[in-house]
């Protein structure tokens, strides 16, 4: 088996969390070698993109991770294709009540930004191409992790060639599915929704102004965020929650159809629906590996926590997540192994009250919202009026989908 150079940090997997964990780690020491290990063949900086992290969906990014992804040097460019929310409206279909978070309450520029996952892997992707400290391994398929007194050694399939690499500190963030947290012995917490996300752009006859409508029937939870580099776009990204036994027929719909039931759905708050891009479907859960590190090893991303996309919070938590590790290793002293234990624990310390508090934002909201029994169903009129006229209330909601209640994380 052919040697690859040893790393200091090898990162597995490139999707959004990894791919953007290289940034963070990257910059905060340029001494440190590193690694980033990516199934899927990566293009050339400024050709399409093509990978299951980067496809059709768009992320709402919440206003505290625009401070994160400026301090990575990567905001200036997502920014460029990034839609600000100066508002968000949450409703509830056929029921008293609503409830609109407005910037101006919140005193910030935006509540968040939707940038389109296509462009936020082009723009990763050009940005690790310049840094110097960085290797991309692309096809490069890790098969095995064995765990060795001063590191982990990694089995993997690179170009075509079976290769060994020994690391300090491995990351392991491939996804929801992980089967390299699962090989570890690694358990995890599910629990099934039962729900199933389909997600396409629509195009409207008007603009959105930057509203982002989160609208809650008795059938699951549906967004629609803004789109179009401007508050004048006039399409927006869909995530319509369903149970997962009406997917099938909602995929296989035509257009037409498709966007009748959408509107019936949904309204006419953003006037008409008139035109429906590609769809794709995702099944939901909510999984939480029930041990994120040991020697040597950290899971991040999917692979660690894997929300519930209604309040957008995924990826947000994930990039506190990495801003904490990145900056809880850069204070590793002469002689401390990166992958030491105590410093890992110290990360996941850090970082264990902002997961707890997020997981069960995710998961409430998603309990809340998705019951159609009518005593739940007043009360959640009632929680809506209130929320509007409770301003302790509202405020909490605004810092959640600001991704700011009570976590600072500074680089
Ligand atoms: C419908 C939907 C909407 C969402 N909207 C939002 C939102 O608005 N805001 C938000 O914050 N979050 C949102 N999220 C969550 C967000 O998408 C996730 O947090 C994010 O995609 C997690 O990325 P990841 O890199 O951990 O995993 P993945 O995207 O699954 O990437 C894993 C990568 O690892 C690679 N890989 C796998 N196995 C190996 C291996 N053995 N060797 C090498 N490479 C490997 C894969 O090819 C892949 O590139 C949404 C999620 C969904 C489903």
Redesign the pocket.
């Given at each position: 088996m052919n040697e690859l150079e040893p790393v200091d940090i090898a990162i597995?997997?490139?999707?959004?969390?990894?791919?953007t964990l290289a940034a963070l780690l990257a910059q905060a020491n340029p001494n440190w070698r590193i690694a980033l290990?990516?199934?899927?063949e990566l293009p050339a900086a400024g050709e399409p993109i093509y990978?299951?992290?980067f496809d059709d969906?768009?992320?709402?990014?919440?206003w505290g991770s625009v401070t994160l992804l400026q301090q990575a040097g990567l905001w200036d460019i997502l920014r460029q294709q990034a839609t600000p929310i100066h508002q968000v409206h949450v409703s509830d279909r056929g029921h008293l009540g609503g409830s609109l978070i407005d910037r101006h309450q919140a005193g910030v520029e935006a509540l968040g930004y939707?940038v389109p996952?296509t462009w936020i892997g082009r723009t990763l992707l050009s940005h690790l191409h310049q840094l110097p400290n960085l290797q991309l391994l692309a096809p490069?398929?890790?098969?095995r992790i064995q765990p060795v007194a001063d590191g982990a050694r990694l089995s993997?399939r690179y170009q075509g060639e079976e290769y060994s690499l020994h690391t300090d500190l491995v990351v392991i963030?491939?996804?929801?599915r992980s089967?390299?947290r699962e090989s570890l012995g690694i358990d995890l917490a599910v629990e099934d929704y039962r729900q199933t996300?389909v997600?396409a752009n629509i195009s409207l006859d008007q603009p959105h102004q930057g509203v982002a409508y989160e609208r809650f029937t008795d059938e699951g939870p549906l967004a629609l965020?803004p789109l179009g580099g401007s508050v004048q776009g006039c399409q927006s990204a869909l995530?319509w929650t369903q149970p997962s036994e009406c997917v099938g027929e909602l995929l296989q719909a035509s257009d037409d159809d498709f966007l009748q039931r959408l509107q019936q759905r949904f309204g006419y708050r953003l006037g008409r629906l008139i035109e429906v891009g590609k769809r794709d479907s995702?099944p939901?859960a909510l999984s939480v590996a029930k041990e994120q590190v040991r020697s040597s090893i950290v899971i991040?991303?999917?692979?660690a926590h894997f929300?519930h996309?209604v309040a957008?919070?995924?990826?947000?938590?994930?990039l506190r997540d990495c801003a904490a590790l990145a900056a809880t290793l850069k204070q590793n002293i002469p002689g401390e192994r990166l992958g030491s234990l105590s410093r890992l624990q110290q990360y996941q310390q850090q970082q264990q009250l902002d997961q707890q508090l997020t997981i069960q934002f995710s998961d409430q909201l998603t309990k809340w919202f998705s019951s159609s029994a009518l005593p739940r169903a007043a009360l959640r009129a009632l929680g809506f009026i209130g929320l509007e006229a409770v301003a302790p209330a509202k405020g909490w909601l605004t810092q959640q989908t600001m991704g700011s209640a009570g976590r600072k994380v500074i680089l």
């Amino acid at each position: 088996m052919n040697e690859l150079e040893p790393v200091d940090i090898a990162i597995i997997g490139g999707g959004m969390v990894g791919a953007t964990l290289a940034a963070l780690l990257a910059q905060a020491n340029p001494n440190w070698r590193i690694a980033l290990l990516e199934a899927f063949e990566l293009p050339a900086a400024g050709e399409p993109i093509y990978q299951p992290s980067f496809d059709d969906r768009s992320t709402a990014i919440a206003w505290g991770s625009v401070t994160l992804l400026q301090q990575a040097g990567l905001w200036d460019i997502l920014r460029q294709q990034a839609t600000p929310i100066h508002q968000v409206h949450v409703s509830d279909r056929g029921h008293l009540g609503g409830s609109l978070i407005d910037r101006h309450q919140a005193g910030v520029e935006a509540l968040g930004y939707v940038v389109p996952n296509t462009w936020i892997g082009r723009t990763l992707l050009s940005h690790l191409h310049q840094l110097p400290n960085l290797q991309l391994l692309a096809p490069a398929q890790v098969g095995r992790i064995q765990p060795v007194a001063d590191g982990a050694r990694l089995s993997l399939r690179y170009q075509g060639e079976e290769y060994s690499l020994h690391t300090d500190l491995v990351v392991i963030a491939d996804g929801a599915r992980s089967p390299l947290r699962e090989s570890l012995g690694i358990d995890l917490a599910v629990e099934d929704y039962r729900q199933t996300a389909v997600i396409a752009n629509i195009s409207l006859d008007q603009p959105h102004q930057g509203v982002a409508y989160e609208r809650f029937t008795d059938e699951g939870p549906l967004a629609l965020l803004p789109l179009g580099g401007s508050v004048q776009g006039c399409q927006s990204a869909l995530v319509w929650t369903q149970p997962s036994e009406c997917v099938g027929e909602l995929l296989q719909a035509s257009d037409d159809d498709f966007l009748q039931r959408l509107q019936q759905r949904f309204g006419y708050r953003l006037g008409r629906l008139i035109e429906v891009g590609k769809r794709d479907s995702y099944p939901l859960a909510l999984s939480v590996a029930k041990e994120q590190v040991r020697s040597s090893i950290v899971i991040m991303g999917n692979a660690a926590h894997f929300l519930h996309p209604v309040a957008g919070q995924g990826f947000n938590l994930a990039l506190r997540d990495c801003a904490a590790l990145a900056a809880t290793l850069k204070q590793n002293i002469p002689g401390e192994r990166l992958g030491s234990l105590s410093r890992l624990q110290q990360y996941q310390q850090q970082q264990q009250l902002d997961q707890q508090l997020t997981i069960q934002f995710s998961d409430q909201l998603t309990k809340w919202f998705s019951s159609s029994a009518l005593p739940r169903a007043a009360l959640r009129a009632l929680g809506f009026i209130g929320l509007e006229a409770v301003a302790p209330a509202k405020g909490w909601l605004t810092q959640q989908t600001m991704g700011s209640a009570g976590r600072k994380v500074i680089l």
